[in-house]
């Protein structure tokens, strides 16, 4: 199965990589980590942090509202515990399985870390930084560029952000 930013185009008009065997679990995983940050009133944003071995490294969830930092996104979180096992602040050989298409501040932290993969989930058309809104993860410019794999899961994860801000709003979709 192909995932691609929008249903019906083409991954490798974006440098795509194919589907791989595990990533379905992961993304499972990921989600899992997302459920723990409605306990705190947060996004229920989750990341994952994998070696190419398929040993995960790291997990986080969003603790913007525990923590009361704008910079604590599941992503930023999960690189830091990242670097910390690995000794390292470059995170190479791994990728981050995300819940949501990341943002600007993650976007540039991933490329930063030297994240070789991303997988995320659903796509974020208000401040996503890897195809919707800007493209940050392929800006040629930049020093690292990794592979971006978008849409798996989208609906459950999409779903879940859903439900999470409906609830907010007394029940109203």
Same mark, same amino acid.
């Given at each position: 199965?192909?995932?691609?930013?929008?249903?019906?185009?083409?991954?490798?008009?974006?440098?795509?990589?194919?589907?791989?065997?595990?990533?379905?679990?992961?993304?499972?995983?990921?989600?899992?980590?997302?459920?723990?940050?409605?306990?705190?009133?947060?996004?229920?944003?989750?990341?994952?942090?994998?070696?190419?071995?398929?040993? &995960?490294?790291? =997990? !986080?969830?969003?603790?913007?509202?525990?923590?009361?930092?704008?910079? /604590?996104? %599941?992503? *930023? @979180? +999960?690189?830091?515990?990242?670097?910390?096992?690995?000794?390292?602040?470059? &995170?190479?050989? =791994? !990728?981050?399985?995300?819940?949501?298409?990341?943002?600007?501040?993650? /976007?540039? %932290?991933? *490329? @930063? +870390?030297?994240?070789?993969?991303?997988?995320?989930?659903?796509?974020?058309?208000?401040?996503? =930084? !890897?195809?919707?809104?800007?493209?940050?993860?392929?800006?040629?410019?930049?020093?690292?560029?990794?592979?971006?794999?978008?849409?798996?899961?989208?609906?459950?994860?999409?779903?879940?952000?859903?439900?999470?801000?409906?609830?907010?709003?007394?029940?109203?979709?």
């Amino acid at each position: 199965m192909s995932l691609g930013f929008f249903a019906g185009e083409d991954p490798e008009v974006y440098g795509m990589d194919e589907e791989r065997p595990d990533d379905e679990y992961f993304m499972r995983l990921a989600l899992r980590e997302a459920e723990r940050a409605r306990e705190h009133g947060d996004v229920p944003i989750g990341a994952l942090v994998v070696r190419d071995d398929g040993e &995960v490294i790291a =997990a !986080a969830h969003n603790e913007r509202e525990l923590r009361q930092d704008p910079t /604590a996104h %599941a992503e *930023v @979180l +999960a690189l830091r515990e990242a670097a910390q096992a690995l000794g390292s602040w470059r &995170v190479l050989e =791994a !990728a981050l399985y995300v819940t949501l298409e990341p943002c600007a501040m993650c /976007a540039g %932290a991933i *490329v @930063l +870390a030297r994240v070789s993969r991303i997988v995320y989930g659903a796509s974020d058309p208000k401040a996503g =930084a !890897a195809g919707s809104v800007l493209d940050v993860l392929g800006e040629p410019r930049l020093n690292h560029r990794p592979e971006v794999a978008g849409g798996l899961l989208g609906e459950e994860c999409g779903d879940l952000l859903s439900e999470f801000f409906a609830s907010r709003r007394g029940g109203m979709i």
